[in-house]
């Protein structure tokens, strides 16, 4: 099993529309998410952290669900700028020797 | 500018070879990575740094790949014999040490081994 696996995609959906990328950890030790952002030939890009609660950041909504091992990012009203790739991190190891996994990320276009 | 720096960008070299990458962090950070990208896959993790110490090396990391951070500032990545498969995209990264998460990547080295 992948340590952290996502859905490679890709997605295109028209601009407006809502859409959902899923993530998912095999290390139940885990303790912090995030979502990155990579546009095409460019590097990544820290898009939001994850917390246990939920957190929104404008169209922007990250989930967090320990019990199942599963993150989720859902964009709003997308806008053609969204167009990307999406990199479920998890950072992995005890405090004081961390390192983050990177998913291999989920194609997004959105279409005008 | 005050972002992560990358020398050089691109890197062509025959198989055998050895070469060397540079990564300037951004000067406040203690904490520095380096990383290994491949098309259609994520960052996968090499080693990091906090100040001069190397804390962490991953598996991926074989004997032929160095890495060095002599005073906590500039850090190098050597790989010596260069095989076909080292060819894809060196990322280096910077974060404070508290916030191992945020961090702030440079644009890469492309290195293509023919």
């Known amino acids: 099993r992948k340590e952290v696996e996502q859905d490679p995609g890709p997605f295109n959906v028209p601009e407006g529309a809502t859409v959902a990328f899923n993530c998912t950890y095999s290390n139940s030790a885990s303790q912090s998410f995030f979502w990155y952002r990579q546009d095409c030939r460019k590097e990544p890009k820290l898009l939001m952290s994850?917390?246990?609660s939920g957190n929104e950041d404008g169209r922007f909504t990250a989930q967090l669900n320990r019990a199942s091992q599963y993150i989720s990012l859902l964009i709003r009203d997308s806008k053609l700028s969204d167009s990307a790739t999406y990199l479920c991190v998890v950072n992995w190891g005890i405090q004081g020797a961390q390192k983050l996994v990177f998913g291999q990320g989920t194609r997004l276009t959105i279409n005008p | 500018d005050t972002g992560v720096s990358q020398d050089p960008r691109h890197k062509i070299t025959k198989r055998g070879q050895n070469v060397t990458f540079r990564c300037d962090p951004i000067s406040e950070h203690n904490r520095l990575y380096w990383y290994r990208q491949t098309l259609g896959q994520g960052p996968e993790f090499l080693t990091y740094?906090?100040?001069?110490?190397?804390?962490?090396k991953s598996r991926l990391l074989s004997d032929r790949f160095s890495a060095e951070r002599p005073k906590g500032s500039f850090s190098t990545l050597e790989i010596q014999r260069t095989e076909q498969g080292d060819s894809a995209m060196y990322l280096c990264a910077s974060s404070f040490f508290w916030a191992p998460g945020e961090q702030y990547f440079g644009p890469g080295t492309r290195l293509t081994v023919t």
């Open positions: 740094f906090q100040n001069e110490a190397q804390l962490e």
């Open positions: 994850v917390y246990s």
